[in-house]
């Protein structure tokens, strides 16, 4: 089974699609999440990062290009959701976090629940410590100049910007940032159903 992180190739078609899985979150959080990384120094300037940083142009438009480009993320989630793979949406497990173990665990086929008495406690200390709380506290002691990935720790820079909060992109793209995100990505959000837009946005 793979934990797939986009920095791989989920594209090569060796690996089986029923043996992936992988975590999705709104698009539209996740460019204002590199918009913020990449328009500011350091996590305390983006946490309060106004629309004016998100109207930057250039920020925005190497955020689609990296993320969303031909054969890029949003197209390979497409390409292995067909393939069989187990997709997990942020959204619905950010508050609940803990159905996360038991949902791994059924789709491998195992009742995690009746592997002793000490699940509740091991399950507990699993979830306490993959928590946003213990990776904003992982970050913090690494520095806010750490950028790269580390396979020890399994951070990869600064990764929370915003506090892991669902929906931030309502409060920092301005109207005409969500037209232009509208129009290049429309396609791929209606997929996953992400179609909330603000009623007064011009599409």
Not at 72 to 85: E, F, S, T
Not at 90 to 102: G, K, M, P, Q, T
Not at 128 to 155: C, M, V, W
């Amino acid at each position: 089974t793979l934990k797939v992180d986009f920095l791989n190739r989920v594209n090569d078609r060796s690996i089986d699609g029923r043996c992936i899985v992988s975590t999705y979150r709104d698009f539209r959080d996740v460019i204002c999440s590199h918009a913020r990384r990449g328009g500011s120094q350091g996590l305390p300037a983006c946490i309060g990062c106004d629309s004016t940083e998100l109207e930057q142009r250039e920020i925005l438009v190497r955020t689609l290009g990296r993320l969303f480009h031909k054969g890029g993320q949003a197209q390979q989630l497409m390409d292995v959701d067909g393939r069989g793979a187990l997709l997990l949406r942020y959204e619905h497990f950010v508050h609940c976090s803990d159905v996360l173990v038991d949902v791994l665990g059924y789709w491998l086929g195992v009742d995690l629940s009746e592997s002793g008495d000490d699940y509740p406690e091991w399950k507990d200390r699993v979830l306490q410590d993959s928590s946003i709380e213990k990776n904003l506290q992982r970050a913090e002691e690494l520095g806010h100049s750490f950028r790269k990935y580390d396979p020890q720790t399994g951070i990869h820079g600064r990764h929370i910007s915003n506090g892991g909060k669902v929906g931030g992109w309502r409060t920092c793209m301005t109207p005409a940032v969500q037209a232009h995100v509208r129009n290049q990505l429309g396609s791929y959000l209606d997929f996953f159903n992400y179609t909330d837009w603000d009623t007064d946005t011009p599409v």
